[in-house]
Protein backbone atom coordinates (compact mmCIF):
# COMPACT_ATOMS: atom_id res chain seq x y z
CA UNK A 1 0.00 0.00 0.00
CA UNK A 2 2.57 2.38 1.22
CA UNK A 3 4.70 2.16 -2.42
CA UNK A 4 1.48 3.52 -3.98
CA UNK A 5 1.54 6.70 -2.09
CA UNK A 6 3.51 9.93 -2.02
CA UNK A 7 4.31 12.77 0.50
CA UNK A 8 1.44 14.80 -0.30
CA UNK A 9 4.02 18.38 -0.71
CA UNK A 10 6.21 16.54 -3.35
CA UNK A 11 2.97 15.01 -4.98
CA UNK A 12 1.55 19.00 -4.87
CA UNK A 13 5.23 19.85 -6.73
CA UNK A 14 4.79 17.55 -9.29
CA UNK A 15 1.36 18.80 -9.98
CA UNK A 16 1.81 22.42 -9.81
CA UNK A 17 4.98 21.98 -12.32
CA UNK A 18 2.90 20.18 -14.59
CA UNK A 19 0.69 23.16 -14.60
CA UNK A 20 -2.25 21.66 -13.33
CA UNK A 21 -3.63 24.05 -10.30
CA UNK A 22 -6.75 22.43 -9.00
CA UNK A 23 -4.44 19.47 -6.73
CA UNK A 24 -6.16 18.90 -3.55
CA UNK A 25 -5.58 21.57 -1.36
CA UNK A 26 -5.52 21.06 2.12
CA UNK A 27 -4.78 22.51 5.04
CA UNK A 28 -2.42 21.17 7.43
CA UNK A 29 -1.21 19.08 4.43
CA UNK A 30 -2.28 15.39 4.97
CA UNK A 31 1.33 12.80 5.08
CA UNK A 32 0.13 10.97 1.82
CA UNK A 33 -2.33 11.82 -1.08
CA UNK A 34 -2.63 9.98 -4.39
CA UNK A 35 -5.00 10.84 -6.95
CA UNK A 36 -6.43 8.33 -8.82
CA UNK A 37 -8.22 8.63 -12.42
CA UNK A 38 -11.83 8.31 -12.84
CA UNK A 39 -14.48 10.64 -12.90
CA UNK A 40 -15.25 11.36 -9.51
CA UNK A 41 -18.00 10.66 -6.80
CA UNK A 42 -20.99 12.42 -6.29
CA UNK A 43 -22.22 13.02 -2.60
CA UNK A 44 -25.42 14.20 -3.31
CA UNK A 45 -28.42 14.18 -0.62
CA UNK A 46 -29.62 10.50 -0.97
CA UNK A 47 -26.41 9.56 0.52
CA UNK A 48 -25.99 8.05 3.91
CA UNK A 49 -23.26 8.24 6.22
CA UNK A 50 -22.84 4.18 7.62
CA UNK A 51 -21.42 2.98 10.63
CA UNK A 52 -21.08 -0.23 10.36
CA UNK A 53 -20.37 -1.42 14.18
CA UNK A 54 -23.09 0.97 15.81
CA UNK A 55 -20.19 2.24 17.47
CA UNK A 56 -21.87 4.98 19.83
CA UNK A 57 -19.18 7.36 19.77
CA UNK A 58 -18.91 7.27 15.68
CA UNK A 59 -22.84 7.32 15.39
CA UNK A 60 -22.26 10.97 17.06
CA UNK A 61 -19.75 11.90 14.82
CA UNK A 62 -21.60 10.70 11.99
CA UNK A 63 -24.41 13.27 13.33
CA UNK A 64 -22.12 15.90 14.05
CA UNK A 65 -20.85 15.64 10.27
CA UNK A 66 -24.48 15.48 8.90
CA UNK A 67 -25.20 18.72 10.73
CA UNK A 68 -21.70 20.19 8.89
CA UNK A 69 -22.79 19.16 5.56
CA UNK A 70 -26.22 20.26 5.99
CA UNK A 71 -24.89 23.51 6.68
CA UNK A 72 -21.68 23.97 4.65
CA UNK A 73 -22.86 21.65 1.72
CA UNK A 74 -26.71 22.06 1.83
CA UNK A 75 -26.52 18.25 1.74
CA UNK A 76 -29.37 16.25 3.89
CA UNK A 77 -27.25 13.11 4.86
CA UNK A 78 -29.05 10.21 6.55
CA UNK A 79 -25.95 8.79 9.64
CA UNK A 80 -27.38 4.80 10.26
CA UNK A 81 -26.01 1.62 12.12
CA UNK A 82 -25.55 0.29 8.48
CA UNK A 83 -23.03 -1.87 6.37
CA UNK A 84 -23.94 0.08 2.99
CA UNK A 85 -23.80 3.86 2.92
CA UNK A 86 -22.00 6.42 0.36
CA UNK A 87 -19.85 7.84 3.31
CA UNK A 88 -18.96 5.16 5.35
CA UNK A 89 -17.16 5.41 8.92
CA UNK A 90 -14.92 2.51 10.26
CA UNK A 91 -12.18 1.93 13.25
CA UNK A 92 -9.04 0.45 12.30
CA UNK A 93 -7.12 -0.50 15.10
CA UNK A 94 -3.45 -0.88 13.44
CA UNK A 95 -4.04 2.75 12.71
CA UNK A 96 -2.55 5.33 15.26
CA UNK A 97 -5.24 7.02 17.50
CA UNK A 98 -5.44 9.97 15.51
CA UNK A 99 -4.60 8.55 12.09
CA UNK A 100 -6.64 8.67 9.66
CA UNK A 101 -7.26 7.01 6.11
CA UNK A 102 -9.71 8.64 3.71
CA UNK A 103 -10.49 6.83 0.33
CA UNK A 104 -12.54 8.59 -2.62
CA UNK A 105 -13.80 5.63 -4.96
CA UNK A 106 -16.26 5.56 -7.69
CA UNK A 107 -18.10 3.77 -5.12
CA UNK A 108 -18.33 5.99 -2.33
CA UNK A 109 -16.05 7.25 0.48
CA UNK A 110 -14.68 5.73 3.63
CA UNK A 111 -12.92 7.07 6.25
CA UNK A 112 -11.22 4.87 8.26
CA UNK A 113 -9.78 5.97 11.79
CA UNK A 114 -7.43 4.39 14.58
CA UNK A 115 -10.18 5.90 17.10
CA UNK A 116 -13.55 8.41 16.72
CA UNK A 117 -11.18 11.43 16.79
CA UNK A 118 -9.08 9.93 13.63
CA UNK A 119 -12.36 9.44 11.70
CA UNK A 120 -13.52 13.08 12.69
CA UNK A 121 -9.96 14.33 11.37
CA UNK A 122 -10.78 12.52 8.20
CA UNK A 123 -14.14 14.27 8.32
CA UNK A 124 -11.97 17.52 8.52
CA UNK A 125 -10.07 16.89 5.74
CA UNK A 126 -12.99 15.61 3.67
CA UNK A 127 -14.93 19.11 4.40
CA UNK A 128 -12.27 20.87 3.10
CA UNK A 129 -12.66 18.89 -0.41
CA UNK A 130 -16.01 19.82 -0.47
CA UNK A 131 -15.40 22.94 -0.35
CA UNK A 132 -12.61 23.24 -3.04
CA UNK A 133 -15.06 20.97 -5.55
CA UNK A 134 -17.96 20.75 -4.58
CA UNK A 135 -19.98 17.69 -4.00
CA UNK A 136 -18.34 15.86 -6.84
CA UNK A 137 -15.33 14.99 -5.45
CA UNK A 138 -11.67 13.59 -7.19
CA UNK A 139 -11.10 9.69 -6.51
CA UNK A 140 -8.30 9.89 -4.06
CA UNK A 141 -6.50 8.03 -0.96
CA UNK A 142 -4.84 9.98 1.84
CA UNK A 143 -3.42 8.49 4.89
CA UNK A 144 -2.35 10.77 7.55
CA UNK A 145 -1.56 11.11 10.83
CA UNK A 146 -0.46 14.30 13.58
CA UNK A 147 2.93 14.94 14.59
CA UNK A 148 2.45 16.13 17.84
CA UNK A 149 -0.10 14.99 20.33
CA UNK A 150 -1.02 18.50 21.65
CA UNK A 151 -1.96 20.87 19.32
CA UNK A 152 -3.38 23.68 21.31
CA UNK A 153 -5.46 27.36 21.33
CA UNK A 154 -5.69 28.96 24.39
CA UNK A 155 -8.64 32.06 25.07
CA UNK A 156 -8.50 34.20 27.92
CA UNK A 157 -11.87 34.79 28.96
CA UNK A 158 -10.66 36.96 31.56
CA UNK A 159 -9.90 40.49 30.46
CA UNK A 160 -13.01 39.96 28.35
CA UNK A 161 -15.99 37.30 28.87
CA UNK A 162 -17.29 35.56 25.98
CA UNK A 163 -20.63 33.44 26.82
CA UNK A 164 -20.99 29.63 26.08
CA UNK A 165 -22.30 30.34 22.65
CA UNK A 166 -18.70 31.90 21.86
CA UNK A 167 -17.05 29.61 22.96
CA UNK A 168 -19.01 26.78 21.15
CA UNK A 169 -17.93 29.22 18.33
CA UNK A 170 -14.49 29.13 19.21
CA UNK A 171 -14.61 25.24 19.49
CA UNK A 172 -16.01 24.90 16.18
CA UNK A 173 -13.21 26.63 14.61
CA UNK A 174 -10.29 24.46 16.21
CA UNK A 175 -12.16 21.86 15.32
CA UNK A 176 -11.87 22.71 11.52
CA UNK A 177 -7.93 23.14 12.07
CA UNK A 178 -7.75 19.83 13.65
CA UNK A 179 -6.83 20.82 17.13
CA UNK A 180 -7.22 19.24 20.41
CA UNK A 181 -7.15 21.24 23.43
CA UNK A 182 -8.90 24.37 24.59
CA UNK A 183 -6.64 25.64 27.54
CA UNK A 184 -9.63 27.71 28.96
CA UNK A 185 -8.01 30.73 30.87
CA UNK A 186 -10.55 31.55 34.01
CA UNK A 187 -9.05 33.46 36.51
CA UNK A 188 -7.45 36.36 36.40
CA UNK A 189 -6.55 39.94 38.20
CA UNK A 190 -10.09 41.51 36.17
CA UNK A 191 -12.06 38.81 36.72
CA UNK A 192 -12.83 35.17 38.03
CA UNK A 193 -15.03 33.56 35.36
CA UNK A 194 -15.70 30.10 36.96
CA UNK A 195 -18.75 29.18 39.63
CA UNK A 196 -16.82 27.96 43.06
CA UNK A 197 -19.95 26.22 45.46
CA UNK A 198 -17.89 26.39 47.98
CA UNK A 199 -16.88 30.16 47.27
CA UNK A 200 -20.38 31.64 45.99
CA UNK A 201 -18.83 35.00 46.60
CA UNK A 202 -16.19 34.53 44.01
CA UNK A 203 -19.22 35.12 41.81
CA UNK A 204 -20.78 38.20 43.44
CA UNK A 205 -17.54 40.10 43.89
CA UNK A 206 -14.44 38.18 41.97
CA UNK A 207 -16.45 38.28 38.26
CA UNK A 208 -16.85 41.92 38.16
CA UNK A 209 -14.83 44.89 38.16
CA UNK A 210 -15.94 48.19 38.63
CA UNK A 211 -14.79 49.77 35.09
CA UNK A 212 -12.37 49.34 32.22
CA UNK A 213 -9.32 51.07 31.63
CA UNK A 214 -9.62 53.43 27.97
CA UNK A 215 -7.35 52.76 25.26
CA UNK A 216 -4.08 51.22 25.60
CA UNK A 217 -3.53 51.58 29.59
CA UNK A 218 -4.12 55.26 29.27
CA UNK A 219 -5.22 57.26 32.69
CA UNK A 220 -9.15 56.87 31.73
CA UNK A 221 -11.55 54.28 32.77
CA UNK A 222 -15.22 53.35 31.18
CA UNK A 223 -17.15 53.73 34.57
CA UNK A 224 -18.83 50.55 33.56
CA UNK A 225 -19.37 47.87 35.38
CA UNK A 226 -18.52 44.88 33.25
CA UNK A 227 -18.51 41.17 34.87
CA UNK A 228 -19.33 37.40 33.74
CA UNK A 229 -18.49 33.95 35.16
CA UNK A 230 -19.40 30.30 33.90
CA UNK A 231 -21.75 28.26 36.14
CA UNK A 232 -20.67 24.48 36.40
CA UNK A 233 -23.68 23.61 34.15
CA UNK A 234 -22.48 25.97 31.75
CA UNK A 235 -18.84 24.70 32.10
CA UNK A 236 -20.24 20.79 31.65
CA UNK A 237 -22.21 21.92 28.18
CA UNK A 238 -18.52 23.30 26.92
CA UNK A 239 -16.90 20.17 27.63
CA UNK A 240 -19.42 17.92 26.48
CA UNK A 241 -19.14 19.72 23.39
CA UNK A 242 -15.53 20.17 22.93
CA UNK A 243 -15.30 16.39 23.80
CA UNK A 244 -18.24 15.83 20.74
CA UNK A 245 -15.36 17.60 18.57
CA UNK A 246 -12.58 15.48 19.87
CA UNK A 247 -10.75 18.40 22.07
CA UNK A 248 -10.27 18.39 25.74
CA UNK A 249 -10.61 21.51 27.83
CA UNK A 250 -7.58 22.23 29.55
CA UNK A 251 -8.63 24.90 32.53
CA UNK A 252 -6.10 27.58 34.45
CA UNK A 253 -6.30 28.33 37.87
CA UNK A 254 -3.79 30.91 38.11
CA UNK A 255 -1.62 30.89 40.92
CA UNK A 256 0.50 32.37 43.18
CA UNK A 257 0.01 35.70 40.83
CA UNK A 258 -2.54 37.07 38.78
CA UNK A 259 -4.45 36.65 42.00
CA UNK A 260 -6.40 40.00 42.71
CA UNK A 261 -10.29 39.00 41.85
CA UNK A 262 -9.80 36.16 44.58
CA UNK A 263 -7.89 38.69 46.91
CA UNK A 264 -10.76 41.33 46.68
CA UNK A 265 -13.35 38.54 47.26
CA UNK A 266 -11.38 37.06 50.18
CA UNK A 267 -9.05 39.32 51.78
CA UNK A 268 -7.35 36.52 53.80
CA UNK A 269 -6.04 35.05 51.00
CA UNK A 270 -3.54 38.15 50.65
CA UNK A 271 -0.51 38.82 52.60
CA UNK A 272 -1.83 41.82 54.28
CA UNK A 273 -5.42 40.84 54.43
CA UNK A 274 -6.97 44.16 53.00
CA UNK A 275 -6.86 46.46 49.84
CA UNK A 276 -7.11 44.67 47.41
CA UNK A 277 -9.99 45.16 44.11
CA UNK A 278 -10.58 43.10 41.05
CA UNK A 279 -8.28 44.79 38.88
CA UNK A 280 -9.86 47.38 35.88
CA UNK A 281 -6.56 48.13 34.43
CA UNK A 282 -4.03 45.82 32.34
CA UNK A 283 -0.48 44.46 33.71
CA UNK A 284 0.65 42.51 36.67
CA UNK A 285 -0.18 43.28 39.93
CA UNK A 286 2.11 42.90 43.31
CA UNK A 287 -1.75 41.54 45.27
CA UNK A 288 -0.55 37.76 45.19
CA UNK A 289 -1.65 34.98 47.29
CA UNK A 290 0.14 34.38 50.60
CA UNK A 291 2.69 31.45 50.47
CA UNK A 292 2.62 31.49 54.30
CA UNK A 293 -0.54 30.82 55.39
CA UNK A 294 -2.40 27.47 55.72
CA UNK A 295 -6.11 28.99 54.46
CA UNK A 296 -4.45 29.49 51.01
CA UNK A 297 -3.69 26.03 50.48
CA UNK A 298 -6.82 25.05 51.81
CA UNK A 299 -8.80 27.35 49.41
CA UNK A 300 -7.25 27.03 46.24
CA UNK A 301 -7.32 22.76 47.00
CA UNK A 302 -11.13 23.11 47.75
CA UNK A 303 -10.68 25.12 44.36
CA UNK A 304 -9.34 22.30 42.48
CA UNK A 305 -11.49 20.06 43.89
CA UNK A 306 -14.16 21.55 42.37
CA UNK A 307 -12.32 22.13 39.10
CA UNK A 308 -11.33 18.41 39.01
CA UNK A 309 -15.13 16.61 39.18
CA UNK A 310 -15.96 19.57 35.85
CA UNK A 311 -12.89 19.05 33.98
CA UNK A 312 -11.90 15.08 33.08
CA UNK A 313 -8.67 16.23 31.41
CA UNK A 314 -5.41 14.64 32.51
CA UNK A 315 -3.89 18.08 32.64
CA UNK A 316 -4.76 20.93 34.97
CA UNK A 317 -2.80 24.30 34.50
CA UNK A 318 -1.68 26.20 37.43
CA UNK A 319 -0.82 29.56 35.36
CA UNK A 320 2.72 30.75 38.10
CA UNK A 321 3.47 33.63 35.44
CA UNK A 322 4.32 36.82 36.55
CA UNK A 323 4.39 36.21 40.27
CA UNK A 324 5.78 39.29 42.29
CA UNK A 325 7.31 38.60 45.24
CA UNK A 326 7.09 42.24 46.64
CA UNK A 327 4.33 41.41 49.00
CA UNK A 328 6.04 37.71 50.20
CA UNK A 329 9.16 39.83 50.93
CA UNK A 330 7.37 42.42 53.40
CA UNK A 331 4.79 39.52 54.74
CA UNK A 332 5.66 37.90 58.52
CA UNK A 333 4.00 34.37 57.52
CA UNK A 334 5.82 34.35 53.88
CA UNK A 335 8.79 34.98 55.25
CA UNK A 336 8.05 32.70 58.32
CA UNK A 337 7.48 30.01 55.57
CA UNK A 338 10.59 30.45 53.92
CA UNK A 339 12.59 29.16 57.79
CA UNK A 340 10.70 26.74 58.08
CA UNK A 341 10.94 25.08 54.88
CA UNK A 342 14.42 26.26 54.85
CA UNK A 343 13.88 27.90 51.34
CA UNK A 344 16.74 30.46 50.13
CA UNK A 345 14.81 32.96 48.63
CA UNK A 346 10.94 34.21 47.60
CA UNK A 347 11.65 32.30 44.31
CA UNK A 348 12.35 28.95 45.66
CA UNK A 349 9.28 29.81 47.86
CA UNK A 350 7.73 30.37 44.27
CA UNK A 351 8.62 27.00 43.73
CA UNK A 352 7.27 25.59 47.19
CA UNK A 353 3.94 26.79 46.83
CA UNK A 354 3.80 25.38 42.89
CA UNK A 355 5.25 21.68 44.27
CA UNK A 356 2.53 22.21 47.26
CA UNK A 357 -0.14 22.33 44.48
CA UNK A 358 1.11 20.10 42.19
CA UNK A 359 1.60 17.46 44.47
CA UNK A 360 -2.11 17.69 45.29
CA UNK A 361 -3.02 17.09 41.69
CA UNK A 362 -0.79 14.24 41.21
CA UNK A 363 -2.32 12.80 44.56
CA UNK A 364 -5.97 13.56 42.58
CA UNK A 365 -4.66 11.57 39.50
CA UNK A 366 -3.92 14.59 37.71
CA UNK A 367 -1.02 16.36 36.26
CA UNK A 368 0.47 20.35 36.16
CA UNK A 369 0.97 22.62 33.95
CA UNK A 370 2.89 25.74 34.41
CA UNK A 371 4.42 28.60 32.14
CA UNK A 372 7.77 28.99 32.26
CA UNK A 373 8.49 31.32 35.22
CA UNK A 374 7.82 27.79 37.12
CA UNK A 375 10.73 26.71 36.27
CA UNK A 376 12.94 29.59 38.19
CA UNK A 377 12.80 28.23 41.87
CA UNK A 378 13.61 24.37 40.77
CA UNK A 379 10.79 22.34 39.45
CA UNK A 380 9.37 18.70 39.66
CA UNK A 381 10.03 16.23 36.39
CA UNK A 382 6.45 15.51 36.42
CA UNK A 383 5.45 19.20 35.79
CA UNK A 384 5.13 20.22 31.94
CA UNK A 385 6.45 23.77 31.09
CA UNK A 386 4.50 25.93 28.67
CA UNK A 387 7.11 28.02 26.99
CA UNK A 388 5.84 31.53 26.41
CA UNK A 389 8.66 34.02 27.03
CA UNK A 390 10.33 32.86 23.48
CA UNK A 391 11.65 29.11 23.87
CA UNK A 392 14.23 29.26 25.44
CA UNK A 393 12.38 27.78 28.95
CA UNK A 394 11.08 25.18 26.73
CA UNK A 395 14.53 24.42 25.97
CA UNK A 396 15.84 24.12 29.33
CA UNK A 397 12.96 22.65 30.70
CA UNK A 398 13.12 19.36 27.89
CA UNK A 399 17.02 19.26 28.86
CA UNK A 400 16.73 18.68 32.20
CA UNK A 401 13.45 16.17 31.13
CA UNK A 402 10.17 17.91 31.43
CA UNK A 403 7.32 17.94 28.99
CA UNK A 404 7.06 21.29 26.98
CA UNK A 405 4.65 22.79 25.14
CA UNK A 406 5.87 25.49 22.67
CA UNK A 407 3.86 28.58 22.84
CA UNK A 408 6.54 31.32 22.74
CA UNK A 409 5.64 34.60 22.17
CA UNK A 410 7.57 35.39 19.48
CA UNK A 411 5.35 33.03 17.53
CA UNK A 412 2.49 31.83 18.85
CA UNK A 413 0.73 34.91 20.65
CA UNK A 414 -2.16 36.21 18.37
CA UNK A 415 -3.07 39.01 20.40
CA UNK A 416 -0.09 40.69 18.45
CA UNK A 417 -0.87 42.92 15.51
CA UNK A 418 -0.43 40.85 11.84
CA UNK A 419 1.33 44.26 10.16
CA UNK A 420 3.83 46.55 10.76
CA UNK A 421 1.28 49.45 10.32
CA UNK A 422 -0.93 48.50 12.66
CA UNK A 423 -2.77 52.25 13.01
CA UNK A 424 -3.26 52.42 9.51
CA UNK A 425 -4.98 49.11 8.80
CA UNK A 426 -5.69 46.90 11.79
CA UNK A 427 -8.66 46.26 14.50
CA UNK A 428 -6.48 46.47 17.87
CA UNK A 429 -3.92 44.38 19.18
CA UNK A 430 -1.90 44.35 22.42
CA UNK A 431 1.49 45.60 20.38
CA UNK A 432 4.43 44.19 18.54
CA UNK A 433 4.16 42.26 14.86
CA UNK A 434 3.41 38.52 14.23
CA UNK A 435 2.51 38.13 10.25
CA UNK A 436 1.61 34.84 9.77
CA UNK A 437 4.91 33.85 7.50
CA UNK A 438 6.33 34.86 11.33
CA UNK A 439 3.96 32.09 13.23
CA UNK A 440 4.30 29.33 10.21
CA UNK A 441 8.54 29.45 10.74
CA UNK A 442 7.90 28.34 14.31
CA UNK A 443 10.17 25.12 15.05
CA UNK A 444 9.04 23.43 17.97
CA UNK A 445 12.38 21.26 18.15
CA UNK A 446 14.30 24.51 18.12
CA UNK A 447 17.82 23.79 19.43
CA UNK A 448 16.91 20.35 20.39
CA UNK A 449 19.15 17.11 20.45
CA UNK A 450 17.18 14.06 18.78
CA UNK A 451 16.74 12.51 22.76
CA UNK A 452 15.31 16.20 23.93
CA UNK A 453 13.15 16.17 20.75
CA UNK A 454 10.90 13.38 22.63
CA UNK A 455 9.79 15.83 24.79
CA UNK A 456 8.05 18.27 23.00
CA UNK A 457 4.50 17.72 23.30
CA UNK A 458 3.36 20.06 20.59
CA UNK A 459 2.36 23.84 20.03
CA UNK A 460 -0.46 26.31 21.06
CA UNK A 461 -1.68 29.58 19.68
CA UNK A 462 -3.00 32.04 22.48
CA UNK A 463 -5.30 34.49 22.26
CA UNK A 464 -5.21 37.18 25.11
CA UNK A 465 -8.05 39.78 25.22
CA UNK A 466 -7.43 43.04 27.27
CA UNK A 467 -7.66 44.60 24.19
CA UNK A 468 -10.66 41.85 21.80
CA UNK A 469 -13.88 42.80 22.78
CA UNK A 470 -16.06 40.58 20.45
CA UNK A 471 -15.80 37.24 19.19
CA UNK A 472 -15.84 38.96 15.09
CA UNK A 473 -12.48 40.31 16.36
CA UNK A 474 -11.22 36.98 17.99
CA UNK A 475 -11.63 35.35 14.95
CA UNK A 476 -9.66 38.13 13.08
CA UNK A 477 -6.68 37.56 15.60
CA UNK A 478 -6.86 33.43 15.35
CA UNK A 479 -7.80 33.09 11.77
CA UNK A 480 -5.26 32.70 9.03
CA UNK A 481 -2.48 32.45 12.24
CA UNK A 482 -3.96 29.46 14.04
CA UNK A 483 -3.81 27.55 10.62
CA UNK A 484 -0.36 28.22 10.22
CA UNK A 485 -0.16 26.76 13.93
CA UNK A 486 -2.47 23.68 12.99
CA UNK A 487 0.22 23.12 10.14
CA UNK A 488 2.85 23.44 12.62
CA UNK A 489 0.90 20.61 15.03
CA UNK A 490 -0.15 18.25 11.93
CA UNK A 491 3.04 18.13 10.23
CA UNK A 492 6.22 19.91 12.04
CA UNK A 493 8.89 19.67 9.92
CA UNK A 494 7.17 18.77 6.16
CA UNK A 495 6.32 22.80 5.70
CA UNK A 496 6.18 24.97 2.83
CA UNK A 497 5.10 28.51 2.66
CA UNK A 498 4.35 29.26 -0.77
CA UNK A 499 2.43 26.09 -0.90
CA UNK A 500 0.45 26.84 2.15
CA UNK A 501 -0.15 30.06 0.44
CA UNK A 502 -2.15 28.60 -2.18
CA UNK A 503 -3.74 25.54 0.00
CA UNK A 504 -4.78 28.77 2.26
CA UNK A 505 -7.06 30.16 -0.57
CA UNK A 506 -9.47 26.81 -0.39
CA UNK A 507 -9.73 27.43 3.61
CA UNK A 508 -10.54 31.05 3.12
CA UNK A 509 -13.59 30.06 1.34
CA UNK A 510 -14.93 27.84 4.06
CA UNK A 511 -14.13 30.72 6.32
CA UNK A 512 -16.54 32.75 4.08
CA UNK A 513 -19.10 30.18 4.24
CA UNK A 514 -19.48 29.51 7.76
CA UNK A 515 -19.13 33.54 7.83
CA UNK A 516 -15.97 33.92 10.24
CA UNK A 517 -14.17 36.56 10.33
CA UNK A 518 -10.36 36.68 9.60
CA UNK A 519 -7.48 39.01 8.94
CA UNK A 520 -7.00 39.85 5.51
CA UNK A 521 -3.44 41.02 5.46
CA UNK A 522 -1.78 37.25 4.82
CA UNK A 523 -4.10 37.16 1.80
CA UNK A 524 -3.92 40.75 0.20
CA UNK A 525 0.18 41.01 1.34
CA UNK A 526 -0.39 43.53 3.55
CA UNK A 527 1.41 42.00 6.64
CA UNK A 528 4.64 42.25 4.68
CA UNK A 529 7.11 44.51 6.67
CA UNK A 530 6.62 48.33 5.54
CA UNK A 531 9.06 49.45 3.08
C1 LIG B 1 1.73 35.11 29.86
O1 LIG B 1 1.64 35.58 28.72
N1 LIG B 1 1.79 35.90 30.93
C2 LIG B 1 1.78 33.68 30.07
ZN1 LIG C 1 2.26 36.19 52.81
Redesign the pocket.
Given at each position: MKNLLFPALALIAVLSASGADNSPALVPAPQYLVCDSGSGFDLCDASRIAVPSGDRVLMQTAEYMARELSQENKLTLKPAKSSVGELLLAKDPSLGDEAYRLRIASEGIRIEGGSPAGVFYGFQTLRQLLAQYGTTLPLMRIEDAPAFAYRGAMLDCCRHFFTVEEVKAFLDLLALHKINRFHWHLTDDQGWRIEIRRYPELMKIGSVRSETVLGHNTSACDGVPYGGYYTQAEIREVVAYASSRFIEVIPEIEMPGHASAALATYPWLGCTGSGYKVQTRWGVFPEVFCAGKESTFEFLQQVLAEVIELFPSKYIHLGG??CPKTSWKECPSCQQRIRDEHLKNENELQSYFVLRMERWLNEHGRNMIG?DEILEGGISKSATI?S?RGSSGGIAAARAGNKVIMTP?THC?LDYYQTSDPQRLEPWGIGGYLPLSKTYSLDPYDRLTEDERSYILGVQG?I?TEYIVSLAHVQHMALPRLAALSEIGWTCERRDLEDFRRRMEVLRTLYDRKGWRYAPYFFDGTDAPKP
Open positions: DEWMWNYNW
